[in-house]
């Protein structure tokens, strides 16, 4: 101790006061970082996790500009972050929205827990999944009932989930097929499957704007489109009007598919081209 004393009246601090830490202060601290990591928790569900991720490199950005001194980069980004509170306001203006009314309520806490503790399952438990969704396809295929199942993937999916009815079932031919039957209530709508587990029904989701769909294609086909416009997920669609079975990655569906090559769609990792990434980035920003 008197040594450190010594260093610090050799740097010529002529008195120095030991920061004194209370219970309050412990306590203080504890509440501010569990509100700050269950905020991060409510962001990662949500595709504004993208959004942040990439706020986030502007801050990093700004921070080697200083340290190397590139005034120009430093100004341009300084102009950038100094319209960032504008910009957080609009750009999370329903996730903001949503949970000042659960504030309300008094559920802000219960609104923010919406990450489970489980982990993803492993490749057994993946394949057994994959399984299940190409038989239920395939039987309601040759039933001709109209299904839309969204496989999500990196990109949570949670703003399409909080649109429908939560489910957290295990994934079954059964269920499936029972939930797109006709005349049942949860058959209008698309199914969102996270972590091999049935995670929510009757879900809304955007329809694509593009101009190349064919005509021929109806609200279930140009919802998976949007979907997969603006999210990595596998969208699976069954026509109600033909039986056959689609599927939408990357802003591109695939028409016709066999139950044999939409497993091995389904089990193949997504190969997004830099066509998709730039479709993919402007569906966000929607």
């Known amino acids: 101790m008197e040594n450190l004393e010594q260093w610090i009246g050799n740097l010529g601090i002529t008195e120095f006061v030991w920061p004194t830490v209370g219970i309050l202060d412990v306590l203080d601290i504890l509440i501010v970082a569990y509100i700050i990591y269950k905020i991060i928790f409510w962001i990662k569900e949500t595709r504004a996790w993208v959004l942040f991720k990439g706020i986030l490199v502007i801050f990093a950005l700004a921070a080697i500009a200083s340290v190397l001194k590139l005034n120009t980069i430093l100004w341009i980004l300084s102009n950038t972050i100094s319209m960032g509170i504008i910009a957080l306001i609009v750009i999370f203006q329903p996730e903001l929205r949503k949970a000042l009314e659960q504030l309300g309520k008094g559920e802000f806490f219960s609104y923010f827990n919406i990450i489970r503790s489980d982990e993803r399952g492993n490749d057994k438990q993946a394949e057994r999944v994959n399984d299940e969704i190409v038989k239920a396809v395939q039987k309601m295929g040759e039933a001709k009932t109209g299904a839309l199942i969204l496989i999500e993937q990196e990109v949570p999916l949670g703003d399409f989930e909080r649109t429908g009815i939560p489910i957290d079932a295990l994934v079954s031919s059964q269920l499936l097929i029972n939930i797109f ?56 669609v069954v026509s109600e009007e033909t039986g056959a079975i689609s599927m939408a990655r990357g802003g591109v569906l695939y028409r016709g598919l066999t139950p044999e090559q939409l497993k091995g769609m389904l089990t193949q990792p997504q190969r997004t081209t830099a066509k998709q990434k730039l479709v993919l980035w402007k569906g966000r920003r929607k």
């Open 181 to 236: 039957e006709h005349n049942t209530p949860l058959h209008d709508g698309a199914v969102i499957i996270r972590r091999n587990r049935v995670a929510a029904a009757t879900c809304f989701l955007p329809l694509t704007d593009s101009n190349e769909i064919s005509m021929e294609l109806g609200t279930r086909h140009r919802a998976a489109i949007g979907a997969s416009e603006v999210s990595d997920a596998f969208v699976v």
